[in-house]
């Protein structure tokens, strides 16, 4: 059943769909909801600020098992080696979103932001190891969106440590973008790591 699961390319499709809407439904739905509620503070419009909230961080925490669920999913049926590896790094990421969302930031910071870096970093991993899986014509665009998604994790964490230590400042807003392009590029990174082209092209051999 799993060999054939491998050789369905809807499955994969579907999955590779499922993580990318559950991403940007989880960025949407925590501002959406406080915007709703009027209690988004635009002093603190980043992620970690909008999940600082028992409710946001409860419903961003619900959506993630989607994405999560898709993530699992998708690497379990991918033809690409290291099954084990990263079945682990899936789940390491998923179990790393929802320990970010249990422990807000202003409750234990060290929780929140020891989830992040299991959720991203996990997640950057995943990535270089389905880059490295691919075939040589297709591996270089994969390392690329590796390299950019790694590029952007370590622009955005560097910047927040020296925010947090009074070194830098800069408004909430822009380390909003810098996390929502970490969501969102992770997302776009694992569909362009599909076995199959986007939408056309054959399984690699």
């Given at each position: 059943?799993?060999?054939?699961?491998?050789?369905a390319?809807?499955?994969?499709?579907?999955?590779?769909?499922?993580?990318?809407v559950?991403?940007?439904?989880?960025?949407?739905?925590?501002?959406?909801h406080?915007?709703?509620?009027?209690?988004?503070?635009?002093?603190?419009?980043?992620?970690s600020?909008?999940?600082?909230?028992?409710?946001?961080?409860?419903?961003c925490?619900?959506?993630?098992?989607?994405?999560?669920a898709?993530?699992?999913?998708?690497?379990?049926t991918r033809?690409?080696?290291?099954?084990?590896?990263?079945?682990?790094?899936?789940l390491?990421?998923?179990?790393?979103v929802l320990?970010t969302c249990a422990?807000r930031?202003?409750?234990?910071?060290?929780?929140?932001?020891l989830?992040?870096?299991?959720a991203?970093?996990?997640?950057?991993?995943?990535?270089?190891?389905?880059?490295?899986?691919?075939?040589?014509?297709?591996r270089?665009?994969?390392?690329?969106?590796?390299?950019?998604?790694?590029f952007?994790?370590?622009?955005?964490?560097?910047?927040?440590?020296?925010?947090?230590?009074?070194?830098f400042w800069?408004?909430?807003?822009v380390?909003?973008?810098?996390e929502a392009?970490?969501?969102?590029?992770?997302?776009?990174?694992?569909a362009?790591?599909?076995?199959?082209?986007?939408?056309?092209?054959?399984i690699?051999?």
């Amino acid at each position: 059943m799993l060999s054939s699961l491998r050789n369905a390319r809807g499955c994969q499709e579907l999955c590779c769909l499922g993580v990318m809407v559950g991403q940007i439904l989880f960025l949407l739905s925590g501002y959406l909801h406080a915007l709703w509620r009027s209690e988004l503070d635009w002093e603190r419009i980043h992620i970690s600020g909008v999940l600082d909230h028992e409710q946001h961080s409860f419903i961003c925490g619900v959506i993630s098992l989607f994405p999560s669920a898709a993530l699992l999913v998708l690497e379990l049926t991918r033809s690409s080696p290291y099954l084990l590896l990263r079945m682990s790094l899936a789940l390491i990421t998923a179990i790393g979103v929802l320990v970010t969302c249990a422990w807000r930031e202003s409750e234990c910071y060290a929780m929140h932001a020891l989830g992040a870096c299991l959720a991203f970093g996990s997640g950057v991993l995943l990535v270089w190891f389905l880059a490295k899986g691919h075939s040589e014509e297709r591996r270089r665009s994969r390392i690329l969106c590796a390299s950019i998604l790694t590029f952007l994790c370590f622009i955005t964490g560097l910047a927040q440590g020296l925010y947090l230590l009074g070194l830098f400042w800069f408004p909430s807003s822009v380390l909003a973008l810098g996390e929502a392009a970490m969501v969102l590029g992770f997302a776009a990174a694992i569909a362009r790591s599909s076995d199959y082209g986007a939408a056309t092209g054959s399984i690699r051999s």
